[in-house]
């Protein structure tokens, strides 16, 4: 039976976890959850949701415990699911208020509110990584802490045997979204993409069931048919609209279905448009199932005895869930994963942080390689944001300011330098708290 502790375990996302590792339990035999936080109260918070749920779901012989000390919060566990957000909601609403103010992007991920979380990522995350090499070196790390690339490629400098597996659940999102509108089953998918995360093409989509590569008829269907679940940041564009947009195409057919997070660095304009600087998504989240959470806290404390869990869980916890299971009984699922290049995009560089399709066993990650070289579009792009996310970790390990403006300086949502060093200048006041002196 496993040990499973979350990192980061008071956040909103923690119920939807555990409920997937519940519903599979099967497949994953439990005998403990601990969660570990430096928050105490949004994880006594949590703690009491947890014991909640496990009354509920009848697992009266699984341990429940929240701690603050790693030491305790380690020991002995086999997995680890990380999910921190350093400076929590409060320092996400800067990342997205300062650039904004200045009239480039705000986003937690892409742009220069994403470097600058990135900055305090590292931090965290790398405490965390450290932690369990001393306390549970045999465990694996299963890491979807933000921003992504940035934090896989600071792991990659400092644990490069870290048994870790960094994953995103953007791509099940997408795939999901695209299936449900046009009648599909992802579950038979079997889809090839590449690029770095929140930031990548989909090269095919082959359904086992229907024994072929869907991915021509769905950008048919993309180019032809309105979907009726579908985010666009940069404006009210109709899916068909943004769909070529984002592929960057006029007449021509497109060849890849793009990540829908290309918005922010195809057209970073247009989504500063249509944000709103005094309320972003920070503001939604913590006036939204933030606030929830709290209160279906407060209301165990009170001694509630109806059913007072509402959450809305999506994929994001059954896809957890089946990496760990994959590792644990060696089932050589399919995922995509963000993995050092090596080789899997062959005219990348080999250090780069890339985001490919990969199997998950008993040994561990398994990348798959493209056979092709990808296009000078697509590379020139990728290319650039990797130079600037390897700009940005060199500055948080070197402590180097110059290196850290040439980094903002290169992001592609970033028009000139100037704004880049303001930017910057207000973002190190802002992160006092977190980032290294530079
Ligand atoms: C998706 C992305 C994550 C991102 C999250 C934000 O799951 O893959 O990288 O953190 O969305 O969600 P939120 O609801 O907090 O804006
Ligand atoms: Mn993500």
Not at 223 to 250: C, L, P, R
Not at 258 to 270: K, V
Not at 355 to 370: N, Q
Request: charged fraction near 25%; aromatic fraction near 10%.
């Amino acid at each position: 039976k496993q040990i499973i502790t979350i990192a980061g375990g008071g956040s909103t996302y923690t119920p939807g976890i555990i409920q997937a590792v519940l519903n599979n339990a099967d497949r994953l035999p439990l005998s403990e959850i601990r969660l570990y936080d430096i928050d105490e109260q949004r994880n006594d918070d949590m703690y009491l949701i947890i014991q909640y749920m496990l009354k509920k779901e009848g697992f009266k012989d699984v341990v429940i415990s929240s701690t603050e000390d790693p030491e305790k919060a380690f020991t002995g566990s086999d997995f680890i699911f990380s999910q921190i957000r350093v400076g929590g909601m409060k320092m996400r609403e800067k990342d997205e208020k300062i650039p904004l103010n200045h009239g480039l992007v705000g986003q937690e991920t892409c742009g220069l509110g994403g470097f600058a979380y990135g900055m305090r990522s590292m931090n965290g995350l790398l405490e965390i990584v450290g932690y369990v090499q001393e306390y549970a070196p045999n465990a694996w790390i299963l890491n979807y802490t933000n921003p992504e690339s940035i934090v896989s490629e600071a792991v990659r400098r400092q644990y490069p045997k870290a048994k870790m597996i960094n994953a995103c659940d953007m791509t099940i999102s997408i795939e999901e979204t695209i299936a449900v509108n046009y009648g599909y089953d992802r579950k038979n998918w079997i889809p090839t993409y590449y690029g770095l995360n929140h930031f990548g093409w989909y090269t095919s989509i082959y359904d086992k069931e229907l024994k072929r590569d869907v991915m021509p008829e769905i950008i048919e269907k993309l180019t032809t048919q309105e979907m009726e679940v579908a985010d666009f940041n940069a404006g009210d564009k109709t899916w068909q609209e943004a769909f070529s947009m984002m592929s960057v195409i006029t007449k021509n057919f497109p060849q890849n279905i793009p990540n829908n997070y290309l918005e922010y660095y195809l057209y970073p304009d247009m989504v500063v448009e249509h944000a709103d600087k005094d309320y972003t998504r920070a503001n939604m989240v913590m006036e939204g199932r933030e606030k929830n959470t709290k209160e279906m806290a407060e209301k165990i404390r009170d001694g509630a005895t109806e059913d007072i869990l509402n959450f809305n869980f999506g994929e994001h916890g059954q896809y957890i869930v089946d990496m760990a299971t994959s590792l644990l009984n060696d089932e050589r699922r399919r995922f995509m994963l963000i993995v050092p290049n090596q080789g899997a995009i062959p005219n990348l560089r080999a250090d780069a942080v890339v985001e490919v399709p990969a199997y998950v066993g008993a040994t561990g990650v398994e990348p798959i390689s493209l056979r092709e070289p990808i296009s000078d579009f697509h590379k020139g792009l990728m290319e650039a944001q990797v130079a600037a996310e390897k700009l940005l970790v060199d500055a948080y390990f070197e402590g180097s300011y110059q290196k850290a403006l040439q980094a903002f300086t290169l992001n592609q949502t970033v028009p000139n330098a100037r704004v880049a060093k303001n930017i910057l200048d207000e973002m190190i006041e802002a992160n006092k708290e977190y980032w290294p002196k530079l």
